[in-house]
């Protein structure tokens, strides 16, 4: 059985912009666990609270593991983060898994008008105070980047099993901190060959020197079955373009050998995608969550789903 999962978020094919959007979500939680997808996914945005709505999801749809894929520790602290992520997880009864990542540094100083600490030291010390946090419920890390001390007892009874963290990771550092501080990551923008090749064992051997258990590796993919090849593709141009400027990302690119990062989305029919989704977990993936399911129509987009679903079924 191949582990699939779709993301969300609040660009919702075919919803009314008059409709309430968590209302909206929830609904297509239930379309995903009834075409047999084993995750539904929330993006954090600047709209819904992610990890919130993934909390009432898990306690609405029964049967279906939630996640956020991701959530930005700019500007969170991850004491009031490891509050939203145990309270999710005691509502779903240890059906959500936390997603992070660093976001982008000019993103994060043009929003929130925060000069990041160096980037790759905070996310470890982050990871450090969400480990401690989920583990024995208080944390006491005074570190170069953050300060987290609990006053008081910080554990949700019922938060069981403990909330597993991945990383949205590209490079080496992420990678290294996925795999020594975290229970896996989340590969963006990374290829089968990538995959194979660099991000699989470079995960897994930070993991074992660590002394960690086999990591999780929850590929993001982009993909959609439909007709409408072209508008599909320029839908995903627009929004994944950018992200072939940013260096790690390039990198990741590279590896690949691949120089436009919307060819990394399958855009076609159904043998298209079980192709693609064969590819990634040949490669080493333990799971796959599909992203960009809504470029195509909403008919598109529930094809999608079917598909998905039958082959997580196979």
């Known amino acids: 059985m191949m582990r699939i999962g779709v993301a969300l978020h609040s660009e919702t094919t075919g919803v009314s912009s008059e409709a309430n959007s968590v209302d909206a979500l929830i609904g297509q939680v239930e379309e995903l666990a009834d075409a047999?997808?084993?995750?539904?996914?929330?993006?954090?945005?600047?709209?819904?609270?992610?990890?919130?709505?993934?909390?009432?999801?898990?306690?609405?749809?029964?049967?279906?593991?939630?996640?956020?894929?991701?959530v930005p520790i700019y500007p969170r602290h991850p004491i009031a983060l490891s509050m939203q992520a145990q309270t999710a997880?005691?509502?779903g009864h240890g059906r959500f898994t936390l997603g992070v990542g660093m976001s982008i540094k000019s993103f994060v100083e043009h929003a929130y008008g925060i000069t990041p600490h160096p980037r790759?030291?905070?996310?470890?010390?982050?990871?450090a105070a969400l480990r401690d946090l989920f583990e024995s419920g208080s944390v006491d890390l005074v570190g170069d980047t953050l300060v987290a001390r609990t006053a008081m007892p910080a554990s949700v009874l019922g938060a069981r099993p403990r909330v597993p963290?991945?990383?949205?990771a590209a490079g080496d550092l992420t990678l290294r901190a996925a795999g020594e501080l975290a229970d896996g990551a989340l590969p963006i923008l990374s290829g089968p060959r990538t995959l194979a090749e660099y991000t699989v064992p470079t995960l897994r051997r930070y993991a074992e020197a660590a002394g960690r258990p086999e990591p999780r590796i929850a590929v993001i993919v982009p993909g959609v079955v439909t007709a409408d090849v072209a508008g599909a593709r320029a839908r995903a141009e627009e929004l994944i373009a950018p992200y072939g400027n940013i260096p790690s990302y390039r990198a990741a690119l590279d590896r690949e050998g691949i120089d436009n990062p919307v060819d990394l989305v399958a855009i076609g029919d159904e043998e298209m995608i079980a192709k693609q989704v064969a590819e990634y977990f040949e490669a080493g993936a333990t799971e796959l969550i599909y992203v960009q399911t809504s470029i195509g129509s909403a008919e598109d987009e529930r094809r999608t789903w079917k598909l998905l679903g039958e082959l997580a079924a196979s």
């Open 36 to 70: 047999g997808l084993h995750a539904a996914w929330f993006t954090q945005r600047f709209d819904y609270d992610a990890t919130t709505v993934a909390a009432l999801a898990a306690r609405e749809v029964p049967g279906i593991d939630v996640g956020t894929a991701v």
């Open 120 to 127: 790759g030291r905070h996310l470890r010390e982050f990871l």
């Open 165 to 168: 963290v991945l990383v949205a």
């Open 89 to 91: 997880q005691a509502a």
